[in-house]
């Protein structure tokens, strides 16, 4: 008895099924290498379907020019007509971009923008537009204040996951971070994950935080030299609570581990390509600043893939 065996092609899957499959890709192929190998799986790339959630953190790191960074994050949200649910990049430079993200934010549920230059005001403008967010990542924007927090609390009901963290250096000439920590304690009840390691918050600022976030989970104190709450008080008053800090076990020690992660992450160098864009806005040709040819074939991404999320700085022994 002969069994048919029927095979479907790749061209014919569905656009869905297609841009799941490529999500699992490089960047660097889905956007040079995919469109080129048919008409189905160019659609599928210059459609919506592969843009759901976008992850650009990793390239943002390492692109050193605004206006590439602009271009790409328009390119591909445009890209995502309106279904984006994820946006993940870094280095934000300026407001503008920001606002074009919250213009199409309708659907976004997810936003980590660490590390960007935006503004008390540019946050205020556009926080209404972002009220289906749930989970909103502020680490090391050090323009951003407690206006912008409590902007982002006002209109984002459903947050339930806040990462605000800084680094050390950057809050050297702080005095008090506790109008951010009411601003988070009067505007956002719902969170289960607050993050605010290194901020100069004082014990009376956590204590508001923790009487007004009553659904809190997991707190991120770590660096927070002022706060005066122990592991006794924790397990006493909040014993399902996971709590990281204030103290640093090992930090002088790892500080200089920390430097050398920093110097080959962020380092200008072979690891930095960018993309040339087109006049009509899609992708052309690779292209490095400092080298003949295009994509380094001795690139090895997992090299440079170093966890910075900012609720591990510093890394942990």
């Known amino acids: 008895m002969e069994e048919d065996c029927e095979y479907r092609h790749w061209d014919e899957l569905i656009p869905d099924a297609l841009g799941l499959i490529f999500s699992h890709l490089p960047l660097q192929e889905v956007l040079t290498v995919v469109p080129r ?11 919506p379907y592969c843009w759901q959630e976008i992850d650009i953190e990793l390239w943002s790191n390492r692109c050193h020019q605004a206006d ?7 390119m591909l949200i445009l890209r995502s007509s309106g279904s984006l649910r994820k946006l993940s990049v870094t280095g934000l430079q300026n407001d503008s971009i ?14 980590k923008v660490p590390r960007s230059g935006l ?38 009901k459903s947050l339930i996951e806040f990462c605000r963290n800084m680094h050390p250096l950057d809050v050297a000439s702080v005095v008090s971070h506790d109008d951010e920590a009411y601003a988070i304690a009067n505007t956002m009840p719902k969170l289960k994950r607050l993050e605010i390691a290194y901020h100069r918050v004082s014990t009376e600022g956590v204590l508001k935080i923790l009487s007004c976030c009553n659904f ?18 924790f ?41 040339e864009f087109l006049e ?20 090895n991404a997992d090299r440079v893939n170093i966890d910075l999320e900012p609720h591990i700085w510093p890394p942990s022994p």
């Open 216 to 233: 809190l989970e997991f707190l991120e104190l770590r660096g927070c030299w002022d706060v005066q709450l122990d592991n006794k008080f």
């Open 98 to 111: 920001f606002s074009f993200i919250a213009q199409h934010a309708g659907s976004l549920k997810t936003l």
């Open 37 to 47: 190998v048919c008409k189905a799986w160019n659609r599928a790339v210059t459609g």
């Open 280 to 299: 009509d806005g899609e992708m052309g040709e690779f292209y490095e600043d400092e080298f003949e040819h295009g994509w380094d074939d001795n690139f």
């Open 119 to 156: 503004s008390n005001s540019g946050v205020v403008n556009v926080a209404e537009k972002l009220s289906s967010l749930t989970f909103l990542d502020l680490s090391y924007c050090c323009k951003v204040g407690p206006e912008a927090i409590q902007a982002i609390g006002k209109h984002c």
């Open 235 to 275: 397990k006493e008053k909040f014993p399902d609570m996971k709590v990281l800090g204030p103290r640093v076990i090992g930090f002088y020690d790892m500080i200089n581990d920390w430097e050398d992660c920093c110097s080959d992450y962020f380092s200008d160098g072979s690891d930095y390509l960018a993309w």
């Open 68 to 74: 590439h960074l602009d271009r790409m994050l328009q």
